[in-house]
């Protein structure tokens, strides 16, 4: 089963902070499902994910936030 | 694990790639030995201690707090906290203002070069103070050990900033270079084949100019430090043992570094040693 996270509470740049931590954390090939706000953070989590070389699937609308699901590389150390 | 409170604090270099959680927890982790809390050393640890370092050892005598050190460390004793030494309002000032988590231990300087026990657990020791012709007795015993990441020599001699990290020898065996000594001396061959009109006395007088260059050594001496334990939880940054050895003028704004050679009589690594 994935982990989740729920940052719809947090602001710029906690948003990203916590996803961070929690990729980091997560061993190699697991995927994370984060729960967001549109607007700035369904912009730039994805973005910043893609940046630091996680796989991100778009996003898709959960209610009054979105669902994003980020992968970690298999090979990530 | 970090608390929210943590994350807050550390958000922006926990965003940055060769930091992340892994680089903020290694600075957590850090045990910092700190020789010398004047115009190098106090600036320095304010630097350490907002960045997160966990443990922060001070060794020095006390100084009474002076308007030259409050004018390059940015702290004040006011009659309403007289403290009766320079560490003990740099300590106050750690705890309250910079870093509640850290842990900030006093100890008479004397201590560090008779008590090998301090010495078990150290990330890096810095000597942020006048260094004596031969290396420190603490040196000799980190050796023995086989304690500590890296040493970093911070000071102005013959008017100019040094900065010199490095290794020492039980982690410079295999590696070019030489080690901390042999860097210093180095540095001070360096130094006296360098022509300047900036004389110690002119620095002495020029407290400004001391001030100035006591702050950048710190900032750049807290950078190197910060990134030697970031080193190795990132795979952005080189690891392995740094090799800084730098003379900087703020007369003339002249950096130069210095190319480090191993001295077969070095008195630390050397036949000597």
């Known amino acids: 089963m994935d982990s989740e996270i729920d940052i719809t509470a947090d602001s710029c740049p906690m948003t990203f902070v916590k996803v961070k931590l929690a990729m980091e954390s997560l061993p190699a090939g697991a995927s994370l499902v984060i729960r967001l706000n549109g607007g700035e953070p369904l912009k730039n989590v994805p973005a910043s994910l893609r940046d630091e070389g996680y796989g991100v699937e778009p996003a898709v609308k959960d209610g009054e936030a979105y669902r994003l699901v980020a992968t970690k590389p298999a090979d990530a150390e | 694990m970090l608390t929210d409170h943590q994350m807050r604090r550390y958000s922006r270099q926990i965003l940055l790639p060769e930091v992340g959680g892994r680089g903020q927890s290694s600075l957590m982790d850090a045990h910092i030995i700190l020789q010398g809390c004047g115009s190098i050393g106090a600036p320095l640890a304010l630097h350490l201690a907002a960045a997160g370092i966990g443990r922060l050892s001070l060794f020095e005598k006390d100084h009474p707090v002076t308007p030259a050190w409050q004018r390059a460390s940015g702290l004040e004793a006011t009659s309403e906290h007289p403290f009766p030494s320079r560490r003990a309002c740099l300590a106050e000032a750690l705890g309250r203002h910079f870093n509640p988590d850290l842990d900030v231990t006093l100890v008479d300087s004397d201590t560090l070069s008779k008590d090998g026990t301090l010495f078990s657990s150290p990330s890096i020791v810095v000597f942020a103070d006048a260094l004596p012709d031969s290396p420190p007795h603490v040196l000799r015993v980190l050796n023995a050990q086989k304690a500590c990441k890296a040493v970093v020599l911070a000071t102005v001699e013959q008017g100019k900033g040094v900065l010199n990290v490095g290794s020492i020898p039980h982690n410079s065996v295999d590696e070019e270079g030489g080690c901390v000594w042999c860097a210093l001396s180095s540095i001070r061959r360096a130094s006296h084949h360098h022509e300047s009109s900036f004389s110690v006395t002119q620095l002495n007088t020029l407290s400004l100019l001391d001030s100035i260059t006591s702050g950048i ?57």
């Open chain 2, 217 to 273: 050594l710190a900032t750049m001496a807290a950078g190197e430090i910060l990134r030697c334990l970031i080193a190795d939880a990132s795979r952005s940054l080189p690891t392995g043992h740094l090799t800084t050895a730098l003379l900087f003028d703020a007369l003339t704004g002249e950096e130069r570094a210095v190319s480090v050679e191993t001295a077969a009589d070095c008195l630390l690594c050397g036949d000597r040693g």
